[in-house]
């Protein structure tokens, strides 16, 4: 969660780094889901650090930009939602409960639902870091996903997986694998904090 401009300035380089980019900043035209995740961030950020009234008007209208940002790509995501390195391979419709909690460096596809136990409106996934979400999968109740899983196009995830790193896939999912997300993302984070670990030593 974004807790300060430092946490907001990492969360947009993590994510610009998950997302592929070589530029630093978006285009005007060909880049809507970075757009939209930079206005996620920017959303979180006055959301989380500037509760002042006097940010109350600014926080508003870049909520409705957002709102209407989202409609357009066919995204409902709200904010606090996932860590840093988040990438959204291409519009489309994603549906994620608020309550849920993803980690760093996840890759999401289109046609995904993260949502809760049949009757609660709380009981959501968590989700952890380094997780590949794959085309279509159905990911819902009060359960928990290990950090480096990779889940199948189509799968239907309704129970925990605590092993990391490996291969879940089906209807209802099981493992599948060993080999888990390594080489289907870029693990955004890792490659800052590895970049800032060779500076302080210079």
């Known amino acids: 969660m974004i807790k300060s401009k430092r946490d ?11 997302l592929g980019k070589k530029r630093k900043k978006p285009m ?6 970075w757009v939209f995740e930079r206005l996620l961030r920017k959303v979180e950020y006055y959301k989380n650090c500037k509760k002042s009234k006097f940010y109350l008007p600014y926080y508003y209208y870049l909520y409705l930009k957002f709102h209407l940002l989202s409609t357009f790509l066919g ?32 890759r999401i596809h289109v046609c995904t639902s993260i949502g809760t136990k049949a009757g609660y409106s709380d009981l959501a996934p968590t989700i952890g870091n380094n997780v590949y979400i794959g085309p279509g999968a159905k990911i819902f109740g009060d359960i928990k996903i290990a950090d480096g899983i990779a889940i199948g196009a189509n799968s239907v995830v309704n129970r925990s997986f605590t ?7 089906g209807v209802p999912a099981k493992k599948v694998n060993d080999k888990g997300s390594k080489d289907l993302i870029l693990r955004a984070t890792e490659i800052l904090d590895n970049e800032s670990k060779n500076t302080d030593n210079l």
């Open 8 to 18: 907001y300035k990492y969360y947009l380089e993590a994510d610009r780094i998950g």
């Open 28 to 33: 005007i035209f060909f880049d809507e889901v």
């Open 75 to 106: 995204f409902h995501i709200k904010p606090n939602v996932f860590g840093p390195g988040l990438s959204i391979s291409h519009p489309g419709t994603i549906t994620v409960n608020e309550n849920a909690k993803v980690g760093a460096n996840c």
């Open 163 to 169: 092993e990391p790193n490996i291969g879940i896939a």
